[in-house]
């Protein structure tokens, strides 16, 4: 079985400013671990990815993230938030026995404010 | 190079209903999944196609199902439908052996069931 847990259901952070959103998992086996950026009345756009290696990875928009195997964490950062990035973040998992079925979070709404 | 199409981008179906939605992966690309993602909640995965055949199946009814035509473009049908089943249906993309690559979605089809 797998799972993702978004904590938060909204961050709120000024333009500018850094921006962590958070997401923590549970696999069997190894994770294969993904963020996608979805707009209003748009699909999902893929961010980034984490699949061995590096724990900080670095994605689409200046966005990065880092993996934390011990904490089971995946965090969304952005060292300067811009107004544009203002969308919902979903954090999603599959593991590496598991096929092709994604795990997706609840998502987060991240809101950028001028 | 063309993206995931879906069509139609909106759909209203009574209950009892039958419905028909329809995608085009990627090109290159040879799998296809679908995903259902209800108001306020992440993606669900339903289930994927390979080589005109399902592969895995999420945790969905039999009214749920689907073909994949030798074009590698799919179809999603669902049966007897009922006012839960009203969501945005998400189709994915990807290429089989590389499970550890991110998969590439469509706009969605948005299915209103009244």
């Known amino acids: 079985a797998q799972s993702v847990a978004q904590p938060e259901d909204q961050v709120n952070v000024a333009e500018g400013n850094p921006l962590t959103v958070k997401c923590t998992y549970s696999?069997?086996?190894?994770?294969?671990l993904f963020w996608y950026v979805q707009y209003p009345n748009r699909g999902l756009q893929f961010l980034l990815k984490?699949?061995?290696?590096?724990?900080l990875v670095k994605g689409s928009y200046g966005f990065e993230a880092e993996f934390n195997k011990s904490q089971t964490s995946f965090h969304l950062k952005k060292p300067s938030a811009l107004v544009s990035d203002s969308a919902l973040y979903f954090c999603a998992v599959r593991a590496d026995n598991a096929g092709n079925m994604l795990t997706f979070g609840g998502g987060t709404r991240l809101m950028v404010k001028p | 190079d063309a993206g995931v199409t879906q069509s139609p981008t909106h759909l209203i179906k009574t209950r009892g209903q039958q419905v028909t939605l329809r995608c085009s992966p990627k090109s290159g690309h040879d799998t296809v999944s679908w995903y259902q993602q209800a108001l306020g909640q992440g993606p669900q995965f339903i289930f994927q196609?390979?080589?005109?055949?399902?592969?895995q199946r999420g945790n969905f009814p039999d009214r749920f199902s689907g073909h994949q035509f030798p074009n590698y473009s799919s179809e999603l049908n669902v049966n007897a439908l009922l006012l839960g089943d009203s969501a945005l249906y998400l189709c994915a993309s990807s290429l089989v052996g590389q499970e550890y690559n991110e998969q590439f979605f469509g706009p969605g089809t948005r299915l209103t069931v009244l």
């Open positions: 196609y390979y080589e005109e055949e399902e592969r």
């Open positions: 984490y699949i061995t290696g590096d724990n």
């Open positions: 696999v069997s086996g190894n994770p294969y």
